[in-house]
């Protein structure tokens, strides 16, 4: 039995829900980085990040090639970016209107309105 599309795509940005592999997609956006540069730049226990190294490659979304004792990771293709840049867009988005709606309740509080 086919998973039905929706299905497929909670599934999807399931996997995306943990800040660790995010941190890791965009550190990727950069170009291949090996995982001694991941630990440096994410600081946490190397086990973590193996285990969501794990994960991502496991959905495919990265790819891991090994040179002797370096294991080097990747973005799998560009449509990893381009999500994480519409994230970044929308998030932008959202945030700008807490800014003004936070603007606008600071303003009715010094006016005394009541909104």
């Known amino acids: 039995m086919q998973v039905p599309l929706y299905q ?4 999807f940005f399931r996997m995306l829900g943990h800040p660790v592999r995010i941190r890791v997609l965009e550190l990727l956006q950069g170009g291949p980085m090996p995982v001694r540069e991941l630990l440096a730049a ?13 994960v991502l490659r496991r959905s495919g979304i990265v790819t891991a090639t090994r040179s002797s004792s370096t294991v080097v990771y990747e973005l799998a293709g560009g449509d990893v970016a381009e999500l994480l840049r519409a994230a970044r867009r929308i998030l932008t988005e959202l945030l700008a209107g807490q800014e003004d709606l936070l603007a ?8 005394g309105d009541i909104a």
């Not at 994410?42 to 794990?54: F, H, R, V």
């Open 104 to 111: 606008e309740l600071r303003q009715s509080e010094m006016t």
């Open 42 to 54: 994410i600081e946490i226990e190397p086990s973590n990040l193996s285990q969501q190294l794990a």
């Open 8 to 11: 497929a795509k909670a599934e």
